[in-house]
């Protein structure tokens, strides 16, 4: 997957292979499990997967969430 985010005024992408997201950010990992960076919620503009990894869903749409944030 592609993590976009933006530190400045240009925006800046990271190729990972998964992430954790905690309190504060997100921890990127490689496909061996090692983080490879992270990226504070405050920069982060969105993750993209790449061709084959996107989730096709049963209508077409991703299920709403119960919480407030959905």
Request: glycine fraction near 12%.
């Amino acid at each position: 997957m592609k993590v976009v985010y933006k530190p400045g005024n240009t925006y800046e992408e990271i190729n990972c292979f998964d992430f954790r997201e905690y309190d504060y950010g997100i921890v990127l990992h490689d496909e061996n499990g090692y983080n490879i960076g992270y990226v504070p919620h405050e920069i982060l503009s969105h993750i993209e997967p790449h061709a084959g990894e996107a989730v096709a869903f049963e209508d077409g749409e991703p299920p709403i969430r119960g919480d407030d944030e959905g």
